[in-house]
C-alpha cells in the first residue's frame, strides 16, 4: 500500500528544503541537459513553469537558450521556492515573473497562450489522478503546436537503474516524505493522445537514477 503524500505536505516539505533542491542535480542535470537539447527553447516566445522549484531550469533558459523577448512565468506551492527563484531570475524581472500556486491545475491567470509547458520532477510527486488534471489546465493554456516538455523519474533500463528504481518506490511506498514525495512512473502511459502527441522520449540514467524526458505536442 503506498502512503499518501497530500498537497499540504508538499507545502510543508518543500518549504523545509528550499534551496537542498539544487543538490539533486547529481542526476537531474543529464536529464535537464536532454530536455534543452530537445525542447527547440530558442523558437520559443513564452514558457510557463509548474513547480519552478528555486528557478534553476528558468536562469538556464533566460540565460542561454530562450530568445531575448521570450517571456517566462513560474509557479510554485512552496513560498520558500517561490522566493528563491524570484531572487535567482532579478536579472530578468522585466521578462519573467514567479507566482505562489494554491497547488491547482488551472493555469488560466498566468496569461496564454504558451509556447512550451516545463515541468521537472513534479508530475512525479502527484497522484495519476492529478497528473491528468495537470496536463488537462497546461493543454488549456498551451499554444497549438506549443510543447510540454517534462522530465521526472522513472523506471530503470538496465540492473542498477532498476534495482535503484525499486528502491526507490519501495521508500515512496513506507514513507513518501524520506524521497520528497516523488516515486518513478512512465508519464508517457499517462498523458492523453487525445490533446497530446509525443515527439520525444528517453530515459536518461545518471548516478544511477533513471529519469523520462517527454516533449509532447498540444494538438
Ligand atoms: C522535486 S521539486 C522539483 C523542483 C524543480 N522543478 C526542479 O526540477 O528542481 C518539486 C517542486 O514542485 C512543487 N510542487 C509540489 N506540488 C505542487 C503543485 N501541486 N503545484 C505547483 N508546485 C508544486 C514543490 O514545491 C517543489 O518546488
Known sequence: MTAEFS????????????????????????????????GRFSGAQSVLEIGCGTGRL?????SDHLP?????????????????????LKPWAERSEVRLSSGGFDYSSYGRPFGRIVSTYVF???SNEE????????????????LLCTAGLT???????????????????????????CRPLVLADIVPHT??????????VSATVPSEILVAEAT
Open 7 to 38: 498537497r499540504e505536505d508538499a507545502r510543508r516539505f518543500y518549504d523545509r528544503f528550499g534551496a537542498k533542491q539544487d543538490r539533486q542535480g547529481f542526476y537531474e542535470n543529464a536529464a535537464l541537459d536532454a530536455l534543452i537539447r530537445n
Open 68 to 88: 531575448a523577448s521570450a517571456r517566462y512565468v513560474g509557479e510554485d506551492i512552496s513560498e520558500t521556492m517561490v522566493k528563491l527563484a524570484k531572487d535567482r
Open 58 to 62: 528558468a536562469a538556464r533558459l533566460l
Open 124 to 126: 512525479d510527486l502527484l
Open 155 to 181: 523506471k530503470g533500463t538496465g540492473l542498477f537503474s532498476s534495482a535503484t528504481s525499486k528502491l526507490w518506490t519501495l521508500a515512496h511506498s513506507m514513507k513518501p516524505s524520506l524521497v520528497g514525495g
Open 195 to 204: 490533446q497530446w502527441r509525443i515527439v520525444h522520449r528517453e530515459v536518461v
Open 131 to 146: 497528473i491528468v488534471e495537470a496536463l488537462a489546465g497546461a493543454h488549456a493554456v498551451a499554444q497549438k503546436g506549443g
